[in-house]
């Protein structure tokens, strides 16, 4: 089985300040981590993906993502946050390159101050 | 470039009616997703389809059902609407190989609501 966490439900941040945004994961096999930011009323829009390789993960829009096994984490990073940014943000794992579905976490409302 | 593309974007719907929400992937994607978001909540996974199979089934009610047709567009046929089927629907596509391999790329949803 696969899960998703995200611990925080609002991460509020200043602009031009550094933001995190948290997840963790749970695969029985090798995780596939991506994030997705969902704007209102929009579908949800892909940021960027973990399967192999570097664990420092570059993505859309300047953001990126540090997959850190021995912690099971995959956190959302971003060095200057934007206004903009400001939107609804997914962590989501598959088991694995055959699993047939994306678990996803709960979302994460990130809210950036000018 | 070409999106998912679900139709129709906005459906209401009364108790025990039937809806049917259509979604047409990205042009050569061979993997259709169907997610449910309720209000204020992250999508789930309803039922997926590859090359015209069903591949995985997530939490689908059994009032649910869901086909890919051989043009690769897939439809979501909900029967008995409860008031609890009000969420926004999302399709998602993928193709299973290349650099994209993986990588759902979403439709902007159905929103559906049962009154």
């Known amino acids: 089985a696969q899960s998703v966490a995200q611990p925080e439900d609002q991460v509020n941040v200043a602009e031009g300040n550094p933001l995190t945004v948290k997840c963790t994961y749970s695969v029985s096999g090798n995780p596939y981590l991506f994030w997705y930011v969902q704007y209102p009323n929009r579908g949800l829009q892909f940021l960027l993906k973990?399967?192999?390789?570097?664990?420092l993960v570059k993505g859309s829009y300047g953001f990126e993502a540090e997959f850190n096994k021995s912690q099971t984490s995959f956190h959302l990073k971003k060095p200057s946050a934007l206004v903009s940014d400001s939107a609804l943000y997914f962590c989501?794992?598959?088991?694995?390159?055959?699993?047939?579905?994306?678990?996803f976490g709960d979302g994460t409302t990130l809210t950036v101050k000018p | 470039a070409a999106g998912v593309i679900q139709s129709p974007r906005h459906l209401i719907k009364e108790k025990r009616e039937t809806a049917t929400l259509k979604c047409y992937p990205i042009?050569?994607?061979?993997?259709v997703y169907w997610y449910q978001q309720g209000p204020g909540q992250d999508p789930q996974f309803l039922i997926s389809f590859y090359e015209k199979m069903q591949s995985d089934k997530g939490s689908i009610p059994d009032r649910f059902s869901a086909q890919q047709f051989s043009d690769y567009h897939s439809e979501l046929n909900m029967s008995s609407l409860e008031l609890g089927d009000s969420a926004l629907y999302f399709c998602?596509?993928?193709?299973?190989?290349?650099?994209?391999?993986?990588?759902?790329?979403f439709g902007a949803g159905t929103r559906l609501s049962v009154l």
């Open positions: 973990y399967i192999t390789g570097d664990n």
């Open positions: 998602a596509s993928s193709l299973n190989s290349g650099a994209t391999k993986n990588i759902q790329y």
């Open positions: 989501a794992v598959r088991d694995g390159p055959n699993a047939g579905k994306s678990t």
């Open positions: 042009p050569r994607h061979d993997t």
